[in-house]
């Protein structure tokens, strides 16, 4: 079940052959962004929360409108991130969770995102 709060700890892609974690490229531009939250709700809703990061507000805001209008489902293993007004369109997600990390793999090379349970 991911309903909850998570925090990104890698978000591995890969470029022309090369594998690299965008995730700690950002953070060696905005170390604030470690305090990002992303909360899976109950009621279908996916919001990234910057109110706890320090970030400056306007990245917070624009971070944050990015995600005000996504929602999420699961069939079987894989977790789709949509838009309310097309949720089944979207990115689609391999995810497996095991104690506190949970890790999707994007079905069309997305790369690989690994979150850990706040």
């Known amino acids: 079940n991911p309903i909850g709060k998570w925090k990104v700890i890698s978000e591995i892609n890969e470029w022309q052959g090369e594998k690299f974690d965008s995730h700690k490229a950002l953070l060696t531009q905005r170390p604030c962004a470690a305090k990002i939250q992303y909360v899976i709700s109950e009621d279908g809703t996916y919001r ?10 306007k990245f917070k805001n624009i971070q944050e409108k990015l995600y005000s209008e996504s929602v999420w489902s699961v069939s079987d293993n894989i977790i789709t991130i949509g838009h309310k007004k097309a949720p089944s369109v979207g990115q689609k997600y391999k995810f497996t969770i095991s104690g506190d990390k949970m890790i999707w793999i994007g079905t069309d090379g997305q790369g690989t995102i690994t979150y850990h349970k706040q």
């Open 48 to 57: 990234l929360d910057a109110s706890l990061s320090n970030c400056d507000e």
